[in-house]
């Protein structure tokens, strides 16, 4: 897992052992999703998943804290269907709307890539001087002056 | 461009200068005039980007009226940086989880032909590629 440092944007990576298609499907389809949605701790329950995989399409998940039952409502919009290449949702109600982009690389020995891309996204952090700028120095700053309190 | 607190703070922090000015604030307050020394900018510079700051919570400002000593917040910034460490453990999180499915399921398919959980019918011919 790899992620970039750029301030508002995080990417995330991981190699699967399993084709690309089954992969993209498990990313879309509630009967595979209510399996690992969830992060640890906390389960999607497989009929609080509506997912209508075309652009307009809803993503929409309720995520259940095993241990206080409380929830975590998410209401995704599909922008992008791309089977079995690309996936890409916006969140209104997240962070002035934050967009997913999903990626799935075929590594053509079985193996598949998937990336996810996230951008929560204020204009001006697109940039390049803003880019240029932020590389790497958000994380290393906000790390120092969360110690210095 | 939005106009949420996590935006606001983000939006604060984008430029080099202002992160300057906190990391200076960091270790202690300091009046207008002090902070625009080590940066070769006017006063009037270094307002308006304490103004940015101030908007976004990152700093608070004194009441003495000619010098206004400028002081860090952290409470934003621990905000932020919370949620871009929530954000990295849930995708962390489900991708563990899902190599874990993707293994149960295929060894699912090839020990007795069938998938643990039902495929979805409009793309089962691809599955068996």
């Known amino acids: 897992m790899s992620e970039t440092p750029q301030l508002g944007e995080v990417t995330y990576t991981r190699i699967y052992d399993a084709p690309r298609e089954l992969v993209f499907d498990c990313m879309i389809t509630p009967e595979h999703l209510t399996h690992f ?4 701790g906390v389960s999607t329950p497989v009929e609080n998943i509506k997912v209508d995989p ?4 809803v993503f929409e998940t309720i995520m259940v804290n095993d241990e206080t039952g409380e929830e975590y409502p998410s209401r995704g919009v599909f922008v992008e269907v791309t089977r079995p290449e690309k996936l890409v949702w916006t969140e209104p109600d997240v962070e002035g709307g934050m967009t997913t982009t999903s990626t799935f690389r075929d590594l053509g020995d079985g193996r598949t890539e998937v990336t996810v891309h996230q951008t929560n996204v204020p204009e ?5 001087e803003a880019q240029a700028g932020m590389q790497s120095s958000f994380d290393r700053f906000a790390a120092y002056v969360v110690t210095q309190k | 461009m939005a106009d949420d607190p996590l935006s606001t703070t983000f939006a604060a922090l ?3 200068t202002r992160r300057a000015i906190l990391t200076r604030l960091a270790r202690g307050e300091a009046t ?11 006063l009037q510079a270094i307002s308006q980007h304490l103004k940015v700051l101030e908007r976004a919570g990152l700093i608070t400002r004194g009441r003495d009226a000619q010098y206004r000593p400028c002081r860090f917040e952290s409470a934003p910034l621990e905000e932020a940086v919370g949620w871009i460490e929530r954000n990295r453990k849930v995708w962390t999180d489900r991708f563990d ?7 149960t399921i295929q060894r699912g398919q090839t020990t007795d032909g069938t998938a643990a959980v ?12």
């Open chain 1, 37 to 40: 949605w969830g992060p640890v």
């Open chain 1, 54 to 57: 075309r652009p307009g399409g």
């Open chain 1, 124 to 128: 001006m952090f697109r940039t390049p």
């Open chain 2, 14 to 16: 984008a430029d080099p």
């Open chain 2, 32 to 42: 207008v005039k002090e902070l625009a020394e080590p940066f070769d900018m006017s």
């Open chain 2, 97 to 103: 989880q899902l190599e874990q499915h993707l293994r």
């Open chain 2, 118 to 129: 039902p495929e979805p019918t409009t793309t089962k011919e691809e599955h068996d590629r």
